[in-house]
Each structure stands twice: as structure tokens, then as C-alpha cells.
């Protein structure tokens, strides 16, 4: 017969291991269930009452359906339900000093994938924030990028039509977003996911998006005036992930206690990536230009790509990004918002390194989580802070799903974090909100 392992100090320690993660699971499940009580409605009859002059969402990284996420074949396959929340405890621990407030990613089992996968938020997300936007009578809607996990469009490569990826990612879940608002878009971008093929499979949706009506996608990055907007708002789109792909960029890489690891090697693109004509190489010069020729009292630049971020695993692009953006973003936009890390973040940048730019600091949102969860990296974000005193660091919640709904006035911008629950609900929970003066010339 055997012998018994109970005594065994290793297998002791990670079942005592196993016991505090389900235990802080449940008491976080537990609370939450406790505080999730919805926000007060909207009026009931009649329509919404209108309380900006200006009102819209940004959704960001909604694209994730876990059963296109084919794991590769070393990837850990969690057949039961305590292998995955022990995974999710191990998790949290790198990005946390310890377990107090856990919260797992919900879960589903996968019968393609054979285990336990995080769920995806996307349906909840779309249904709060259309929620939230017929509350708000919102004018339109954005889409920050990495609208289709995980690799965007594949022109069939993978086994998947791309018809049926477009209609499940993008028309299921948005095409009658804002439906019974005249002239209500969605205005689209690329993420890097969506990049992760081919030029020709990107183009692919970016040709989808066009012909489709509930969306407005002209180019790979553009500028456009919604409906009944002109001279009071002009939005400015730009392919970050093109961006990135034409500079230097070193790899992240954090240590135990959080702090940057520098001169790492450096991240690789395909060449279908970078600027392909002289329109695409000059693109911080369009935007710049742009921004200077607009006559639109609030000038919003969209990217997906954030300047600042707390995940712990996208600075080193935020410092490339920066370099390449923060000048015209300073001078001459009111805001700047963005996807990438799943997370629900607001900034501000005082704009100390930009000569020229207005005295007000520019305010940056990460709007992320539109279908994905990702920990707040806390030691690294509390060293980030320290390290930038002209980066402010107003809210951040990770580990949730969320969007930002943005209301504009005469002279105030309005920006408010949702999240929304873990128990699918699709109910909008008000996280922070926060106002910021016009600032642009």
C-alpha cells in the first residue's frame, strides 16, 4: 500500500494554500453579492433626460469568446474547478502583496477547450453600458480595439470564417447599440490582436466595419465629427500598435518587488505592421495637424494603446507611446482614452515635459475591460507613481469588467467608471467619477 502524503510539508503547504484562496474567494464573492445592489434608475416613461450637452461610451477589448481561445498544447488545461481557482490565487499573489480582496475571474467550463476558462464579459459590458447610454442619451459610442480575440480576423486560416467571427464579435453584441438614437455610430479602431495575422485580415474587418451600420471605421486612423457636433466636438483615431511597430520598444519585465527591469530586449513586429506609405509614416504629423485645424471646441484623441497604466505589463509601450504622442496630445487635445490593459483607469498628465501646452493637465482613461479581466499590478503602480510626479493616478480597478461614459458640458468634461458584476448581470455600478475643465485652444 502506499504511504499517505498528508504529512508531507509541500503537499501540506499548498492545500493550506488551496484553503485560503477558496476562503478568500467565498468571502469576496460573498461581498460582492452584498454591494452589487443596482444604482438608482434613470425616470421611469417618456425619454432620458439629457445632462451634457455631449454623451458617450468607450468600450474597450470586448472581443473575447473562450471558445475561440484554442490553448496551445503546453498550456495548463484546468480540468477541475479548484485547479483553476488555485491558478487564479497564484495569480493574484504576483500582483499583490497578499490575498485580501481576491477576486477570481468568473469562470466557465469549456467543452472545446476541455477545463475551466475565464468567462467573458462581453454581453455584460455591452448590455451596462447600453444602459448606461440610454440613461445618457448618448450621441455615439467607441470601440478602443482588440475587437476580435485572439488573433482578429484569420481569412479562414484557423478553420473560422471570418463571417462568423464578425457576427458574434461585432454585430451580436453592438449592432443595435444606441438603436432609436438618430445618427448614433460606434467608432472603431484596431488593437494588436486585431493585427495578428496579416495586413490583408486586418484589412479584412477594417472593410467589414466600413459597410456595416452601426459602426464608423473610415481608415486605420481618421477624424471625424459626430452627427450635429459641428464645432463642439471632433474625435481624432489613431493606430497605435501601427506606431509601436515603426519605434523601439523594450519588453516588460518587473521583479519580485515590482520595480522596472531595464534595457530588456527589445519587442518584435512584423513588417505588415509598419507604415506601409507616406501617409502612415507621417501619422504623429497628421495628428498633430489635425488637432491644430479642428475647430471643435473639445478635441478627444482615441488610441488603443494607454500612455499610463497600471497592469505592470504594458509600460514600456506607454513610454514609447508617450514619446511619440504626448506633444500633440498636450498642446492642442482635452483627452485622451484608450483600451489595451484590461483594467478601468483615470489619469492625469500635468504635461511638464511638453512645452507649450495649456496650464490645465490632460486627462487619460484606460476603458479596457470590456471582456477580459486583469489585475492591477499594485507594487508596480505605487512605484510608477512615485517615479512620474507629473503622472497622477485619480482611480484604477482591476480584476473586473467595465467601461467609461463620458458627458461634456459648456466648459467641463464629465468622465464616470463602470463596472460591472461577476454574476453577468449585465448592471451598470458606478466605480468613480471625476470632472475636468475645457482645455484645448
Known amino acids: 500500500m502506499g504511504s499517505r502524503t498528508n504529512g508531507d510539508p509541500v503537499t501540506a503547504a499548498k492545500r493550506d494554500f488551496m484553503r485560503s484562496a477558496l476562503a478568500a474567494l467565498t468571502s469576496a464573492l460573498l461581498l460582492s453579492a452584498s454591494a ?6 434613470a425616470a421611469q416613461g417618456g425619454d432620458p433626460a439629457k445632462s451634457h450637452e455631449i454623451s458617450f461610451v468607450a468600450l474597450g477589448d470586448t472581443g473575447y469568446i473562450p471558445a475561440y481561445d484554442t490553448p496551445d498544447d503546453d ?26 480582496g481576491f477576486r477570481a475571474t468568473p469562470w466557465q467550463f469549456e467543452p472545446a477547450i476541455g477545463g475551466f476558462v475565464p468567462a467573458s464579459g462581453m454581453y455584460p459590458v455591452a448590455m451596462a453600458a447600453a444602459e448606461v447610454c440610454k440613461r445618457e442619451d448618448c450621441d455615439f459610442g467607441a470601440l478602443m480595439g482588440d475587437n476580435i480575440y485572439p488573433d482578429g480576423a484569420t481569412l479562414g486560416a484557423d478553420g473560422i470564417s471570418d463571417e462568423r467571427r464578425f457576427r458574434e464579435m461585432l454585430d451580436q453584441p453592438f449592432a443595435t447599440f444606441g438603436e432609436g438614437k438618430a445618427g448614433f455610430t460606434l467608432y472603431a479602431m484596431m488593437g494588436n490582436h486585431d493585427w495578428h495575422i496579416s495586413r490583408e485580415a486586418t484589412e479584412a474587418q477594417l472593410e467589414y466595419l466600413k459597410a456595416h451600420p452601426a459602426f464608423t471605421m473610415p481608415d486605420l486612423f481618421y477624424r471625424a465629427v459626430p452627427q450635429g457636433m459641428e464645432g463642439k466636438l471632433e474625435i481624432f483615431v489613431v493606430d497605435t500598435e501601427m506606431l509601436l511597430a515603426g519605434t523601439q520598444v523594450h519588453k516588460d519585465d518587473l521583479d519580485a518587488e515590482g520595480n522596472e527591469i531595464r534595457n530588456t530586449p527589445l519587442e518584435e513586429w512584423p513588417d505588415y505592421v509598419r507604415a506601409s506609405n507616406a501617409r502612415e509614416r507621417s501619422m504623429i504629423e497628421w495628428l498633430t495637424a489635425a ?4 475647430t471643435a471646441k473639445w478635441k478627444i484623441v482615441m488610441g488603443h494603446h494607454a500612455l499610463w497604466s497600471s497592469g505592470g505589463s504594458k509600460y514600456e509601450k506607454a513610454r514609447a ?3 511619440l504622442m504626448l506633444d500633440p496630445i498636450c498642446r492642442y487635445a482635452d483627452a485622451y482614452i484608450a483600451g489595451d490593459d484590461h483594467l478601468i483607469e483615470a489619469y492625469t ?5 511638453v512645452s507649450g501646452a495649456p496650464a490645465e493637465p490632460v486627462p487619460m482613461f484606460v476603458s479596457g475591460a470590456g471582456s477580459k479581466y486583469r489585475q492591477q499590478h499594485v507594487p508596480f503602480a505605487e512605484k510608477q507613481i512615485a517615479a512620474n510626479p507629473q503622472m497622477t493616478n485619480l482611480f484604477s480597478r482591476g480584476s473586473t469588467w ?11 468634461l464629465d468622465a464616470t467608471l463602470y463596472s460591472t458584476p461577476a454574476d ?6 458606478e466605480e468613480a467619477r471625476f470632472t475636468f475643465p475645457h482645455r484645448s485652444k
Do not use: M
Not at 452589487?36 to 434608475?41: D, F, G, I
Not at 488637432?291 to 479642428?294: A, D, E, T
Not at 453577468?424 to 455600478?429: D, H, I, L, N
Open 36 to 41: 452589487l445592489v443596482p444604482q438608482a434608475a
Open 75 to 100: 498550456d495548463p488545461r484546468f480540468r477541475t474547478l479548484g485547479q483553476y481557482l488555485g491558478n487564479e490565487a497564484t495569480d493574484w499573489l504576483e500582483h499583490n502583496r497578499d490575498l485580501s
Open 291 to 294: 488637432l491644430q485645424s479642428s
Open 321 to 323: 507611446l508617450r514619446k
Open 349 to 353: 498628465d500635468d504635461c511638464s515635459t
Open 402 to 412: 467595465g467601461f467609461l461614459h463620458v458627458g461634456i458640458g459648456a466648459d467641463t
Open 424 to 429: 453577468q448581470s449585465g448592471r451598470p455600478v
